[in-house]
């Protein structure tokens, strides 16, 4: 079941509250003894309003009748960053200035607030942004996973009534949305950086620190991958924590308040970057979520294991994201010779054929020159690789013969030293020779095919 927290001392949130009215069926229940000044319930979801600022209410989960999977608090953002909707989770990487408890994080929801993004990016009026704020401010203990979503950012958006609106689908469009992603296994022999701390399951989901307070990264991450974000200390959050060694329990509770195993630091921080992988969480970076996007997490682990890491230049293939778990693959090496030659004639189309058969191959240069070994689900697959190499050399060369051992390309071409020999000299009519064309030495024609010859290449396999 969806709760949403309506404050009445918040303008805005009050009008997202008219606006979640206009667009469900609500029927009115009894509050009990409950903080809530009025309650609601549609299909799938349950509405509270608050006559407190909601900023500091405490365990607000318990006022609601239905027990609760999520929980949004409908707000108002403040700044000078003009129209804006934004989404982000509640606590205090350091004093609470703003609700809360000092040093304390209310239960994340990354899988519902990249939902909910989404949902924002489909309802928002035309001239309105969307993105995601850091972890800031309180409640911190709220019951249930839970986040603010709120209209920005000063009083002409605060009283508009499509920006209420906006909001108000968004969140109800989280109704029967999970909290969280569903748990995968880990592979079962990844090193202690690769595991989950159950040392089983893990989801989907990271911490984020350092960046600004709107995180432009963050939103890249979780709008362009299947990952998403929970808590999020920004350069100003991690300022106010303070060293990350004396605080390594607040680190912990980011990692457990999210239900993550993985994180992304922007910047160079070496001393935060020791306490986390120390706690047994794995600090990654956004090409690793590129890569692993829609690839089984254990079987990308095992690939890396097999292999190279990303970061050493490990790129996923097409079949990865269609593989199991548990699949089976085996280890090749790919022709040296004979992908200099393929990545010489076209380097792109050379990467495309590997990549739509291989589940992983090892690259240079930033991930665009693929090198060095494969792992492919079949010796088929590793066939089919070659085979579209050697169709790939056709275009270049006149004829190409794959053999057991080797592939062998020849090609007819221009030879100077023939022409020499026939007192063409170096000039045009060098040029027309190469081109096709025949020329005139001394009264006497030179036809092309006169000053040409074979090149054989062999590529060993």
Known sequence: MLGIVVSRADRASEHVGERLHDLADWERIDTGDSAAAAA??????????????????????????????LLVFASRHSGETGPLLTAHHT??????????EDDALARACPHAHSRVLDALETHAPEDYEVGMECTHHGPTDVGVPSMFVEVGSGDPQWADPAAAEAVARAILDLRGVAADADPEPVAADAGPEESAADGETTRRHLVGFGGGHYAPRFTRITRETDWGVGHLAADWGLDAMGDPAENRALVDRAFEASAADHAVVEGTRPDLVSVIEGLGYRVVGETWLREVTDVPLALAGRL???????????????????????????????????????????????????????????????????????AVASRGDYTAIIDGIVDLLRVEYDAVERREDAVVARQEAFDPEKAKTLGVSEGPKFGRLSAGEPVEVNGRTIPPEQVRSEREDRFPL
């Open 91 to 100: 606590g205090n990487f350091g004093p609470a200035e703003h609700g809360g």
């Open 40 to 69: 609601y319930r549609t299909d799938g979801a349950e509405l509270r309003e608050f006559e407190g600022w909601h900023l500091e209410l405490d365990d607000a989960a318990e006022a609601f009748a239905a027990d609760l999977d």
């Open 304 to 374: 890396e294991d097999a292999l190279v890491p990303v970061v050493d230049g490990l790129r996923f293939g097409e079949p990865a994201r269609e593989a199991a778990s548990d699949a089976e693959f085996e280890t090749v090496s790919l022709p040296a010779d004979l992908l200099d030659r393929a990545q010489g004639i076209d380097q792109d189309r050379t990467r495309e054929l590997v990549a739509a058969r291989a589940l992983v191959f090892e690259t240079e240069e930033n991930g665009n020159r693929v090198a060095g070994r494969a």
